[in-house]
């Protein structure tokens, strides 16, 4: 068997196992629950409030703190972006010392959670439903003010219930520089009413599907989130095309200062397009992802966020191994491709 038939017979069993990853730049519907939750119980230990009225203090530091909505009464739910919320929540409050940026984690969590930030006014002011795979809550980056009072509920999807685990912690800055002489991206900014015309790729079918080619061993690039026209909150999602070098595969090193989904893509067809690889790059930590090909194919990559709410842009950046045609033996560190340009 020739080389460049075993590369094509890699890439047809790589696509026929596609992996189940949503390309889109808006939230699909949510499949129901599978969990009822049980009814209301008195006699439940109450490690946190039943409502906003009874809310239990936290006190600093936030890490490691266990419960379960479980017994509780279903007394809130938001957009975020799902509701019909009936499960119960428990409620918390807190009041951070001096002005602070903080992330709010449920990670270890064993349900499908959900969680609400309230003000003092009782006003909404951040709300998550999935951050990781497993549909576990977490609110990234939020500006808290010094002797405020903050409410937190920690809710559930549709009707789960269980047990959490919950970490608030202070907000460490990513900051992702793009090198000199980089490919730039050059898409417009994510303002509200945004209509992704410029590399929107197959969610883009309104304006012809449009791909950017990647051709620089560096590319810099940004994502984020906007309101679309039609009101719904969105995530920038980038297409690009790539052409693989003589020598068989495109190795490609990201980094970003928020989550980031590297995808391969195929079969090159809008209608039928799946995930072949994934990878998440970022916050200020490097993913790699090595994609095989004939040379001088081309290959669909997509770049952007894991969460479908947020706010605002953030920059990311890609380094290829268009640098050395030499055979690869090993990974190539982020700051090892840099110093090489330098």
């Not at 889109?24 to 049980?38: E, I, Q, V």
């Not at 008195?42 to 239990?56: K, S, W, Y």
């Not at 479908?308 to 491709?337: C, I, K, M, P, Q």
Request: proline letters at 7%.
């Amino acid at each position: 068997m020739t080389a460049r038939l075993a590369t094509a017979l890699l890439i047809l069993l790589m696509a026929a196992s596609a992996l189940a990853y949503d390309l889109g730049n808006t939230a699909p519907p949510k499949a129901s629950s599978h969990h009822t939750a049980p009814p209301p119980d008195p006699e439940v230990i109450r490690q946190g409030g039943d409502t906003i009225l009874d809310a239990v203090l936290l006190t600093w530091p936030v890490v490691g703190v266990t419960g379960t909505t479980v017994g509780y009464t279903n007394d809130y739910d938001e957009a975020c972006p799902y509701t019909t919320s009936t499960a119960p929540d428990v409620v918390y409050k807190f009041t951070p010392e001096r002005d602070i940026v903080v992330d709010i984690d449920m990670l270890g969590s064993a349900y499908d959670t959900k969680i609400y930030v309230y003000d003092s006014g009782f006003q909404l002011i951040a709300c998550n439903d999935d951050f990781y795979p497993d549909y576990v809550s977490k609110i990234e980056q939020l500006p808290l003010s010094g002797a405020a009072k903050y409410y937190l509920v920690i809710d559930g999807y549709g009707e789960e219930a269980g047990d959490f685990v919950l970490t608030i912690s202070e907000f460490e800055p990513c900051v992702v520089a793009c090198p000199a002489g980089a490919q730039l991206e050059g898409e417009p900014p994510l303002v509200d009413g945004y209509q992704d015309a410029y590399n929107g790729g197959c969610n883009s079918p309104e304006f012809g599907n449009p791909f950017q080619s990647i051709w620089s061993w560096g590319f810099c690039g940004k994502s984020g989130w906007f309101v679309s026209p039609d009101g719904s909150q969105s995530r920038d999602t980038d297409w690009y095309e790539l052409v693989v070098p003589g020598y068989g595969y495109i190795e490609i090193v990201g980094d970003a200062e928020f989550a980031t989904y590297m995808f391969e893509l195929a079969p090159q067809d809008c209608g039928s397009v799946a995930v072949v690889q994934n990878v998440v790059a970022g916050p200020c930590s490097e993913g790699t992802i090595t994609i095989p090909g004939s040379p001088g194919s081309t290959v669909w990559f997509w770049v952007g966020p894991t969460t479908f709410d947020g706010s605002g842009e953030y920059d990311y950046v890609l380094y290829t191994n268009w640098w050395s045609a030499a055979v690869r033996t090993e990974s190539h560190s982020w700051s090892t491709v840099k110093q090489l340009f330098d």
